[in-house]
């Protein structure tokens, strides 16, 4: 799922109870409506009148009479701070409702319509976003004779260059979607589609941006207060209180505490209540400074007794992998085992979500930030590398262990040239002088077969196709003559032509160097031409493992059946692709027992009982299925 | 790279005509005109107009802005309504000060915020809870409340700086730094605190990039990755969002010069507010709109610099 459509489920789901479940949530907004009500009904919540002074008890500390003490004229300093918040907190409100009106009607129209309308809009953006908003805001109060209310309005408008470009944003990424496409097929007016597709989705931006922009203007009404360009004195403004309070400050710095922290509480609540709207209604991985969040903890492995001599090249055991998700922690993978031997080829098959690159990128130790191995091992030559530490992986990547991966125009560096890149690599893997480094590198591109190796080591990432990004993503991981080559679906995103040159290329670089390799695919024509063994992956757990020869032939799981099956180069002139119905099941949503079972032909009511083990069918061959008997006799 | 710069240039003047056509605009909606405001609700009608007229307020707006606008071309950005004095020749002695917070400010905020940010995201773990704690502290704080607490522990207190007035650079440059000290942390916090946030979230996007987990891969030390790579790769988006945090700031100067009582053009433009003295306002206008663009300039020459893209096409 993607975040924009896990965006739009909470949007339609209603960000207030998402709020209000999460803790910082419940606690900000519990804070501001406390705050907004107390100001609203200060006639009744403030202890005393705002304005009474009483001369003898002036610069009082916090009494049972004054909680917050009084000011330098007697008054009660916790009214003053209420009804002070009156003209605060309207100010915002107006603030945000112009911003509102200006930034919501525009971006949407700009986003849906697109073209010069948009082009216009967005050019004016860009120009109102650059004023210096202070200077209108003075010549406002000058003219409209210190009118707070003219000064938030007109804030409210020149910021709302931000607003109005993510509510663009949003409008723009639903108008491409299919279902918005479909409505309009339908004959759906554009204001129906504005109201029912579009308003809807840009809520939580909105929310975000009103609330982070609400914590602005309270900076700003309260500076503009504090210079003395608000409501006149005798009338309570948080600003005037701290700017009244200067001049006692030697006598009495308590009066500085209550307007200063209050603001900065509103200022606060107001920014990690758009941080939690944010967090609840799309995923990121920042969070209010991540002052609350959970921290990244790698559950310790218990070290495993080394085996005997020469073990094997690669050797997984019942791994398993979490994530961290907004939603709770995710199990991608469970006892996930393979074997994979010098010179060998393992193929890693499986729909997407089976979680194929997450076995990939644990053996590199790469996974995200958030992702953690709960369970198991990885053993690399018999060292574990879940234990290994920062220093030894540095050493043992690409040097031992190589990677190419799915995206070759993402895999390089934007910024800087390939020499430099390469460059850098091979000067990992040997003490070698700029010049002999730079031999080597236009070695490795010739290596892979790349036409003018200087010319390439001189261009930009962005400069050079996928297919040469590819062979320049392999020379990289050539550079340390690495045992085993890890390529996470290197043929995916390349031209179909082009697909074959790689492969070819990998082919030949295998047999030359000898190097084993993993290689992550869904292609059974890359497997059936590359590999020497196969790993089929379902749900985050291998379902069955065997020599490529019995994988085609006698295969002894449903699940590779079926994928076989429906593979495009099995299908012929005049049918259909088959396809397997139904996908593969999130983390959360795993059936008990088998897990394939949900979509298996072969389903029995004893699938579902307990969890499946690999069963051992013949030598190197195991299933995770109970009815590989039924299996072979269906043929 | 010439494009961009032509493209900025091209997007200057609109932003200065905008800003004084914004202000010559309210001014003509406003019911009543300066006159009466200067003089107040219980003037006669006939000095109301007497003086109306001697500030050539019965002309139409847009005649008065096609004045405004002949003069400001030559450097001549009219005269106070309040003391008649040159509008041009006042803002030139108060710009220096200005500037003495703005540039010093925006290069406070750059390094140290890149550097917070950089550390919270990279070493997470204490330090980087700490940093979050105090970036979220200088976001949430007012930044002329900070600035009233820094002059009453290191000015008032323990004296080892001056709670207020300014020195100019060429006639005391240690005075002038001692002057500039304080005012300056305390228009930076603000500042720091964005550049934090965005360095933090550009370099925890960079880290999860796919060349980042390809070059770690295959060898490239976190070292590296993290020094070489991610921040000069995270510094494009930080790089972009100085502009905005620019602009912030100059309503945060405005503040901050008032706490500190420094001669700048926010206390001018404060006073100037207080006597509706809109001609002056304009004048520190179409300064501080210089002043945006100058930096929106720089921006993109930095910009153009870290990223080939530009560079190379």
Known sequence: ?635 | MLRLIANRIAMSIPLLLLVSLIVFALEALVPGDAAQTILGQNATPASVAALSKQLGLTEPWFERYGHWLAGAVHGDLGTSIINGVDVTSSLATRTGVTLSLLVPGLLLSAVVGIALGFAAAVRGGLLGRFIDLVTLLGFALPGFWIALIMVIVFAVRLGWLPATGYQPLTEDPLGWLRSIVLPVIALSLNGITAVAKQTRDAVLDVLEADYVRFLRANGVSSRSLHYRHVLRNAAIPVVTSLGLIAVGMLTGAVFIENVFVLPGLGSLATQATLDHDVPLILGVGVVLTLAVILVNFLIDIAYGFLNPKVRVS
């Open chain 1, 1 to 635: 799922m993607t975040a924009v459509a896990r965006a739009g489920r909470a949007a339609r789901r209603g960000v207030l109870p998402a709020l209000v479940r999460s803790p910082r949530g419940a606690v900000t907004g519990g804070f501001l409506l406390l705050l907004l009500l107390a100001c609203a009904l200060a006639p009744v919540s403030a202890p005393a009148d705002p304005l009474h002074q009483d001369l003898h008890h002036v610069l009082q500390l916090p009494t049972t009479g004054h909680w917050l003490g009084t000011d330098s004229l007697g008054r009660d300093v916790l009214s003053r701070l209420l009804y002070g918040g009156r003209s605060t907190l309207v100010g915002v409100a107006e603030g945000v409702a112009a911003q509102l009106l200006v930034a919501v009607p525009l971006g949407v129209t700009a986003g849906y319509l697109g073209g010069r309308f948009d082009r216009i809009v967005m050019r004016a953006a860009d120009l109102v976003m650059s004023v210096p908003a202070i200077v209108i805001l003075l010549a406002i109060l000058s003219i409209f004779d210190r009118s707070i209310t003219a000064a938030m309005i007109t804030f409210g408008v020149l910021g709302g260059s931000g607003m109005l470009r993510m509510v663009r944003g949003t409008a723009m990424a639903v108008r491409r979607e299919l279902y918005v496409s479909a409505a309009e097929l339908l004959g759906l007016s554009r204001t129906q589609i504005v109201f029912r597709h579009i308003l809807p989705r840009c809520r939580g931006t909105v929310i975000v941006q009103s609330s982070l922009f609400a914590a602005v203007s309270i900076g700003v009404q309260t500076g503009l207060t504090f210079i003395g360009l608000g409501p006149p004195p005798p009338a309570p403004t948080w600003g005037g209180m701290i700017n009244e309070s200067v001049l006692t400050v030697t006598e009495d710095p308590w009066l500085l505490a209550p307007a200063g922290v209050l603001i900065a509480l509103t200022v606060l609540a107001l920014g990690i209540l758009g941080d939690v709207v944010r967090d609840v209604t799309a995923q990121s991985h920042t969070s209010s400074g991540g002052l609350l969040a959970k921290p990244v903890s790698r559950r310790a492995v218990p070290p495993r007794m080394l085996p005997g001599p020469d073990p094997v090249l690669l050797s997984l055991r019942d791994l398993a992998v979490s994530f961290r998700t907004p939603a709770g922690d995710a199990e991608m993978l469970t006892r996930v085992s393979f074997d994979l031997d010098s010179g060998q080829t393992l193929g890693l098959v499986g729909e997407s979500g089976s979680g194929k690159s997450v076995t990939a990128r644990t053996i590199l130790r790469i996974l995200d930030r958030n992702g953690t191995v709960t369970a198991g091992t990885v053993r690399f030559r018999g060292r574990d590398l879940l234990s290994a530490g920062q220093r030894e992986l540095e050493e043992l990547r690409g040097s031992r262990i190589a990677l190419i991966s799915q995206e070759p125009m993402t895999a390089l560096d934007p910024s800087f040239r390939i020499g430099a890149q390469l460059r850098e690599i091979v000067r990992r893997h040997g003490k070698l002088s700029r010049r002999d480094a730079d031999r080597r590198v236009r070695e490795l591109l010739a290596t892979v077969e790349l036409p003018d190796p200087e010319e390439i080591a001189r261009r930009f990432p962005f400069q050079i196709s996928g297919g040469m990004a590819q062979r320049v993503a392999i020379a990289a991981a050539l550079a340390g003559s690495p045992e085993l080559l890890v390529a996470d679906e290197p043929t995916t995103a390349l031209d179909v032509t082009v697909q074959a040159d790689i492969l070819a290329l990998l082919r030949r670089l295998q047999r030359e160097t000898g190097m084993a390799v993993l290689i992550v695919t869904h292609d059974w024509g890359v497997v059936a031409d590359f590999c020497t063994h196969v790993a089929v992956m379902y749900a985050g757990e291998v379902v069955e493992s065997a020599p490529v020869a019995e994988i085609f032939d006698r295969s002894a799981h449903p699940y590779t059946r079926a994928l076989i099956a429906t593979s495009p180069e099995n299908a012929t002139r005049r049918t259909p692709i088959r396809a397997i119905g139904g996908s593969v099941p999130p983390p959360g949503a795993r059936p008990s027992g088998c897990r394939f079972r949900d979509r298996c032909p072969m389903a029995e009511e004893d699938c579902a009982e307990r969890e499946i083990p690999m069963i051992g069918i013949r030598a190197g061959h195991r299933s995770r299925c109970i009815h590989t008997k039924a299996l072979e006799a269906h043929g």
